[in-house]
């Protein structure tokens, strides 16, 4: 590594954009419930818990002993988890990911790349992209990337960019062949955001202030066999939307109705979308899209993360400091909103887990928070790991490792060679049944190039 150049003048560089970073976030009570029993030993609960997690998800079903039980790793797990970093070479910034199975993940990268990484292994495999039908003339944007991976509820289909960041790629699971793209009938701009309906229905949220309703024919890809030409590459259909509607504008800040973030409930069959005016919007999901509400957020710089709970419903969104807590149907939030205070680098990534919210931020940290309680989950007294410490009244918080980043002449130039970056969590996603949790990123300012990928378990 370079040594730190003493003498320069850095010249500051701006940070990761929220009109070109990926598919997490940006962001910047109750009394605690009554402490439970500790399990005999920490082994036997874990083992426990992979046992009844496998073909169920959350703590739906659960009644009694079994609920509690399931409940009690959810918020004793985080502070178990250690740090194993992956190699992804000189890739550029891990924007999006999902579990495929128990040890492998997808990714996808500011530099425009779908790979998969065996976590276990280590070894990277590229996925090629689908190409537009036609002409693409703006073939190279290097600050864009693929910014969203989802998996349908089925775990049969994968969506996510094609070659052009406009375009909606649809790809089979577990083969990985091309099924479909919907491309030149579509978005005119990058698609920040992808949100599954059902099996067959996919919603998508552009960069150019529309959202997309895609049916796909389930004759597409109910074959077990990939379709090829003569040179034996793949085929696959070209599909368009069939519904389309535009974020209206706010009086506020009219040219930016960027949609940043997409979330469904299936329960209500709506869906939440956050645009970055600093709005949240819901719309009526079914064969057609129709807006039911729009509303302004607490906080509006880079309202560029959402997720949804089920068992809550509750909308959660991530900004520049903050994530504020929604509820459609209340008019009188309850839940105050919770402070990151990562030092203003955002809130990158977010999801629920019952009632565990887990925050990826632009420091290189991740912080859990019980949205029963209200508050951080925190540190355990020090003590015998046999004996049932109290909170210490830290926080808890996990600190990710190095990664890679390049030193080129721009971090000569602008940051005077300083050594090491902590890395913005841009992504990460929980593999329950193997009690993993695997969490993406790379520098936050936006000239850096660099990756960091870890598997915390």
Request: glycine share 10%.
């Amino acid at each position: 590594m370079a040594p730190q150049q003493t003498g320069s003048r850095k010249r500051k560089a701006p940070a990761e954009s929220s009109s070109s970073q990926g598919s997490a976030a940006d962001a910047e009570g109750p009394l605690l419930p009554k402490k439970q029993k500790r399990p005999a030993t920490r082994r036997s609960l874990v083992h426990y818990l992979k046992d009844r997690e496998v073909g169920a998800r959350g703590g739906a079903g659960l009644s009694g002993s079994k609920g509690e039980l399931r409940g009690y790793a959810v918020q004793k797990l985080p502070e178990l988890l250690r740090e194993r970093e992956l190699a992804l070479g000189t890739l550029n910034k891990v924007f999006a990911s999902q579990w495929l199975n128990a040890r492998q993940v997808v990714c996808g990268t500011k530099c425009n790349t779908l790979f998969v990484v065996d976590v276990h292994s280590g070894q990277i495999t590229r996925i090629p992209l689908m190409r537009d039908r036609g002409p693409w003339l703006a073939r190279a944007q290097p600050s864009c990337g693929i910014h969203a991976i989802e998996l349908n509820p089925s775990k049969t289909l994968l969506a996510t960019g094609g070659e052009n960041p406009n375009s909606l790629a649809v790809y089979r699971l577990p083969t990985l062949d091309p099924v479909c793209l919907g491309d030149r009938h579509g978005h005119k701009d990058w698609i920040f955001t992808i949100a599954w309906m059902s099996d067959t229905v996919a919603v998508s949220g552009s960069r150019d202030g529309t959202v997309a309703l895609w049916r796909l024919d389930p004759d597409m890809f109910n074959g077990s066999i990939a379709w090829h030409n003569d040179a034996g590459l793949p085929v696959y259909a070209h599909i368009r939307p069939r519904d389309m509607e535009t974020i209206p504008r706010s009086s506020t800040s009219p040219s930016n109705r960027k949609v940043r973030a997409l979330a469904f409930s299936g329960k209500n069959q709506e869906l939440g979308a956050v645009s970055l005016d600093g709005y949240f919007h819901l719309w009526k999901a079914r064969s057609t899209l129709s807006r039911l509400l729009s509303i302004r957020l607490p906080y509006c710089r880079e309202n560029v993360c959402l997720t949804y709970c089920e068992e809550l419903s509750l909308y959660a969104v991530g900004s520049q400091s903050h994530v504020s807590f929604l509820d459609p149907r209340q008019r009188q939030q309850n839940i105050r909103p919770l402070c990151s205070r990562e030092g203003g680098t955002g809130v990158r990534s977010l999801s629920f887990y019952q009632h565990i919210i887990t925050v990826g931020t632009g420091h290189g940290s991740l912080l859990f928070y019980d949205i029963r309680a209200q508050k951080f989950l925190e540190e355990r007294a020090s003590g015998s790991p046999d004996s049932c410490p109290g909170p210490s009244g830290r926080k808890l918080k996990l600190t990710c490792g190095r990664g890679w980043l390049n030193h080129d002449d721009l971090w000569v130039n602008y940051f005077g060679g300083i050594g090491e970056f902590p890395n913005a969590l841009y992504t990460h996603c929980y593999n329950w049944p193997e009690m993993k949790l695997f969490v993406a990123g790379g520098p936050l300012p936006s000239g850096l190039h660099g990756n960091y990928a870890g598997l915390w378990s």
